[in-house]
Structure formats: C-alpha cells, structure tokens
C-alpha cells in the first residue's frame, strides 16, 4: 500500500459507462477510495444507465465523453473510426486537465479512449474487467494496460495478457449491500405465506425475458390448482413496464389472493429485492451474478443470447456451478418446467441446501489494494 503521504497526493480517475453492468463497480470502487485521494469520473450522458448511477457517483469531479462503438461495415464502422478519435482527443484533454496517478477502466465506451489517453499521458493505467471472456475493446487496452483485473478465475483472455492479469472478484457498492441487508431482515422478520420471486433483466430490463417469464407462469397459473401464494418484484425496464401491468392486473383477477405484485422499471433498491426474494431469475450479466452469489440466493439464470463468447452463459456457470439452473433463451418448455419446479418447491429446496456452504467477497479491497501500491 502507498504510505501516507502519497495516499494523500494520488489522483485517480475512473473511466466507465455505457450500462449498470459497467458503471456499479466502477462506483463501488470510488467510494471505497481514500478520503484523501483525488477522484474523477468519466462517463458517457446518452443512455439511460448513464443518467440512473449519476447521483451516486462519490465526487462532484465528474467529465461526459461522446464516444460510441465501431460496428458494422461500410459508413457505419467509418464513422465508429472517426468517433472513436475525436473521443481519444477529447479524452487527452480531459487528462491534461486533471492530470491522474492512475486511470481505470471498468468498461462501456468512454473506457478504451480514457485509458489510451492515460498511457499516453504516462499515468498508470488498470483495466477491469467483470465478465468472464474478454471483450474487443478490453483486448485491445489490455495490449498497453499495466494490469488487469479480473472478476473470474479462468477468465477468457488473450494469452499476452495473461502474465499481467489477477484475479480480484467483482466490487459491490456500499448502497447494494445495505440494501440487501435490509431486505433480508424484514424477510426474517415478517414471514408470511406468500413465494417471493424476483425476475430482473438487470438496469435496462430484458424484454425477451420478460415475456418468458409472464408466458411461462400464466400457462403453470391456468394449470396448477396447488398453486401457492406469491409475490412477484419485478425489474421490467421501460419498453415492458405497461404490458407487465396489464398482465399482472389480470393474473390477480384470476387468482385473487393467491398473487401480490410489485413491479417497476428500475429500482435503485435492487439489493432490497434480492434480500426479500426466496429465488430470482436474471440474465448472466456479471453484476447481477456476482450480486446474487453474494446474498446466496437460489438463480435460474436465462443468458442473453448471442452475449460475446457466450459470457452470460458462462458466468453463471463459473460463480455457481451446480448451485444455480441456467436455461437458453429460446428453451421454453424447460424454463417453464423448472420455473413449475422451483415453485412447487423441491428444486428449490435443493438448492438452498447447496448453497448453505456457498460464500464469495466483494471484491473492493483486492482493487485498491493493486491500484494504491
């Protein structure tokens, strides 16, 4: 660790954006940064995710980087190239100004011009990486990376890259565990009849996955009659959020007080939710799966398909192994049989008997333990 001294003068900057997949451990690293330390946050301000983790961005020094991707071929990947380089000026701009020790990138597309600039700004530059196969733009910054950090062991990367790589877990924020905390103490403290389930496609909804899901439990609702008393919290995203009412209103009409719901297109409270929920289903998104692991709770994950290198399927299978289910997108014949399971209780009960051994840490103070020497 730096001493004092140089705790007191180190200035780092924090590049991350795009989703909360990106943005939540870069937050949870900031605000375990020393008091002292000098901290900046570069994100993007055009998508949704960008705008919901503002407010919990732990410095006022915040800088908003136009960048987007390389995609396609033709006119659209030319003007991915020409973004892509006024980005990386725009990004040595900022640097000059601020003039970071260290510069980490946790992903989204401010992140590979942030982290360019900082070595050709001769800061130290740290790449995070959360999934368990490296994307594109990771490959290519761990190239010039001093080190880089992995959520995963056994990660996906290239082999040059492997020499300069750790293992360091995934960094939950101070405000997901305290929420989790309290959703498991009222859970503990007002026990009733009811399942409580919660479906979430992380901080931009699934909307596949959402219609899985409600498909799937209104055909298990129309032909279980031991159907017991749930509780559904569900994390619809925007596009969603009017079908789910509708079709939650007129499941309750059906089963009467067999079903309560509570359903909202983003909840800075997911942690609360989590705690509260006896299972949850979710998309493979590091995050969310290293979330879920923490609290030790029972997952049927549904990877998005066709995530790079097949990570969302991947991730799950690494954290969990045999203590959670993972069901394809376009299976829906066995998701319906396993959500009937998990409902009924028997699987369900299995998997809570694997997990009573099951811990994993946050992964906070393995960062700041690399990024402050």
């Known amino acids: 660790m730096l001493n004092n001294k140089k705790i007191k003068s180190i200035r780092i900057c924090i590049a991350a954006g795009g989703t909360g997949g990106h943005i939540a451990p870069a937050i949870a690293v900031a605000e375990k940064l020393p008091k002292d330390a000098d901290i900046f946050f570069i994100t993007g301000k055009s998508r949704k995710a960008e705008q919901r983790f503002l407010s919990e961005i732990p410095t006022s020094k915040v800088f ?34 601020i003039k970071p020790d260290v510069v980490v990138g946790f992903g989204g597309y401010v992140s590979g011009p942030s982290l360019l600039a900082g070595k050709i700004l001769k800061s130290r530059v740290f790449i995070f990486e959360q999934n368990s196969v490296m994307g594109l733009a990771n490959k290519i910054s761990s190239i010039f990376a001093d080190k880089i950090l992995l959520s995963f062991p056994e990660s996906e990367i290239p082999n040059f890259s492997k020499k300069k790589s750790v293992v360091v877990g995934f960094p939950l924020r101070n405000k997901f565990k305290e929420h989790l905390e309290e959703g498991m103490k009222e859970k503990h403290e007002k026990k009733d009849e009811f399942l409580k389930i919660l479906i979430t496609g992380g901080s931009q909804g699934a909307l596949s996955l959402n219609k899985l899901f409600t498909k799937s439990l209104k055909k ?22 009017d079908e789910a009412q509708i079709f939650y209103s007129s499941l309750k009409q059906k089963l009467n007080s067999k079903i309560d719901y509570s359903i909202f297109p983003f909840s800075e409270k997911i942690g609360y ?60 014949g066995r998701f319906e049989v396993i959500l009937k399971e998990f409902i009924s209780g028997d699987l369900l009960s299995d998997l809570k008997d694997k997990l009573k051994d099951f811990s994993i840490e946050d992964g906070s103070k393995r960062i700041l333990d690399i990024i402050l020497q």
């Open 220 to 241: 298990i609702a129309e032909s279980d009659t031991n159907l017991p008393h749930l509780k559904i919290f569900h994390q619809t995203g925007d596009l969603f959020f």
């Open 64 to 97: 908003f980087l136009d960048a987007k991707p390389i995609v396609g071929k033709g006119l659209g990947a030319f003007k991915g190239i020409v973004s892509a380089f006024s980005s990386l000026k725009d990004a040595v701009e900022i640097l000059k100004k």
């Open 273 to 332: 939710y989590i705690g509260l929920a006896d299972f949850i289903i979710s998309r493979g998104g590091a995050g969310t799966v290293f979330e879920i692991a923490y609290a030790k709770k029972p997952a049927i994950f549904v990877p998005l398909p066709k995530s790079i290198g097949d990570h969302q399927f991947k991730n799950p299978l690494k954290i969990f192994g045999d203590k959670c289910v993972i069901v394809r997108q376009d299976n829906e």
